[in-house]
């Protein structure tokens, strides 16, 4: 790792570490909520990847898939609202994670590696970790707002290289 990034605290699970903090800050909150109202009961797997998910607030059931990686990449998904609006790890699938016992791993490298989910060595030279700095610290909303913000951040690193 970086010397210029900080350390992982010892309380994040290993398969949180070596991912941007508005990452992991947003996976305590969707676990604190498995851990409030979804009942390991109510994760069920369908099979190769697919689970069904009921809410904690109603009969409905989720279907949550980890996607796979051949013969081409399907990106996992949820059905519901907080999963479609921005592509973060819904309470959902941290139920499906932490009931069936699963990491990052089981997701395709396309989107467990991708620039919002991880960090990225190659902005962590100084001016790289300033400007990640910002950027984690500015509080975005959105996956719009960050994905923008990162076209950003990239066109000023290339610019200062």
């Given at each position: 790792?970086?010397?210029?990034?900080?350390?992982?605290?010892?309380?994040?699970?290993?398969?949180?570490?070596?991912?941007?903090?508005?990452?992991?800050?947003?996976?305590?909150?969707?676990?604190?909520?498995?851990?409030?109202?979804?009942?390991?009961d109510?994760?069920?797997?369908?099979?190769?990847?697919?689970?069904?998910v009921?809410?904690?607030?109603?009969?409905?059931?989720?279907?949550?898939?980890?996607?796979?990686?051949?013969?081409?990449?399907?990106?996992?998904?949820?059905?519901c609202?907080?999963?479609?609006?921005?592509?973060?790890?819904?309470?959902?699938?941290?139920?499906?994670?932490?009931?069936?016992?699963?990491?990052?791993?089981?997701?395709?490298?396309?989107?467990?590696?991708?620039?919002?989910?991880?960090?990225d060595?190659?902005?962590?030279?100084?001016?790289?970790?300033?400007?990640?700095?910002?950027?984690?610290?500015?509080?975005?909303?959105?996956?719009?707002?960050?994905?923008?913000?990162?076209?950003?951040?990239?066109?000023?690193?290339q610019?200062?290289?």
């Amino acid at each position: 790792m970086s010397e210029g990034w900080r350390q992982t605290p010892p309380a994040v699970p290993f398969s949180m570490r070596h991912r941007p903090p508005h990452i992991v800050q947003h996976m305590t909150r969707q676990l604190k909520s498995v851990f409030d109202g979804i009942p390991a009961d109510h994760v069920t797997s369908v099979g190769d990847g697919t689970y069904s998910v009921t809410s904690s607030s109603s009969s409905r059931q989720y279907v949550v898939t980890t996607g796979v990686e051949e013969p081409s990449v399907v990106l996992p998904s949820c059905e519901c609202y907080a999963w479609q609006k921005s592509h973060l790890p819904c309470k959902h699938r941290c139920a499906v994670l932490h009931y069936c016992h699963l990491t990052w791993d089981c997701f395709p490298a396309a989107y467990r590696e991708h620039p919002v989910l991880s960090v990225d060595n190659g902005c962590l030279s100084t001016a790289g970790a300033v400007w990640f700095t910002l950027l984690v610290t500015s509080k975005l909303d959105t996956s719009v707002q960050i994905f923008t913000h990162i076209a950003k951040l990239r066109s000023l690193l290339q610019l200062s290289l």
